[in-house]
């Protein structure tokens, strides 16, 4: 356990790109996909140190989906916001901590494990930001308006961003109060702006993010490798 430690899990999302379902309700191997990652995170935070942030809508489908399979967990919940921005906003000023950090995580990630949380922390340790994330290794091109390729990217200095995303609390609080009306796509955007360094850190596992029906059977496919292995 990292007592200093805050988890934040981002499941406030709509799934409009995954169709009518709830992409994090489906089902992977015996439990819902979003409480893969709290599962996997929750033995390294102090009690009520882990917060989920939800729809309003669906908060007591996960609340009841937790209490299932993990009674007397601790969990803080809170509704989501508009946007991701506004979720994470939301879930920040239910963590009680007020220094150390703080791990934003997708629950649309599942397989992101505590080994992966604990390497990119020691690195925000140091640097007060890191972020897992995935290099490239697909020929990249930049395209004009109509498609066609203008030139390539060269690929050796681009890296896919993941989570989890870990930062020095009193620093990323400070970020996300400089932050105005924008609503970047994810954390380490907003620690950038506000002028803080923030490492890569290869994560060296298949960290897929479910996005539609497709990446599921995918997904299935790689958690049961993972059992098997």
Known sequence: MIPDLGVIIAAGGTSRRYGEKDKLLETLGSMPVFLHSVVNFLPLTAPGNLVVAVRKEALTEYRQCAEKFLPDNHIRWVAGGDDRVASVRNALAELKLVNGLVAIH?????????????KVA??????????AAGKV??????????????????????????TPQI?????????????GDAVPTDDAEIMRLA?????????????????????????RSCFQGSLNG
């Open 167 to 179: 930062f020095d609390l009193v620093k990323y609080r400070q970020a996300c109060g400089k932050l």
């Open 106 to 118: 997708d629950a649309a990630r599942p397989l992101a494990s505590a080994e992966l949380l604990l």
């Open 122 to 131: 020691r690195r925000a340790r140091v640097c007060g930001g890191a972020i």
């Open 195 to 219: 002028g803080f360094p923030v490492e890569l850190v290869e994560s060296g596992q298949w960290n897929m993010k479910l996005t539609s029906p497709e990446d599921l059977a995918k997904l």
């Open 137 to 162: 290794v697909d020929s990249l091109k930049l395209a004009d308006d109509s498609g066609f390729i203008l030139r390539p990217i060269p690929r050796e200095k681009v890296y896919c961003a993941e």
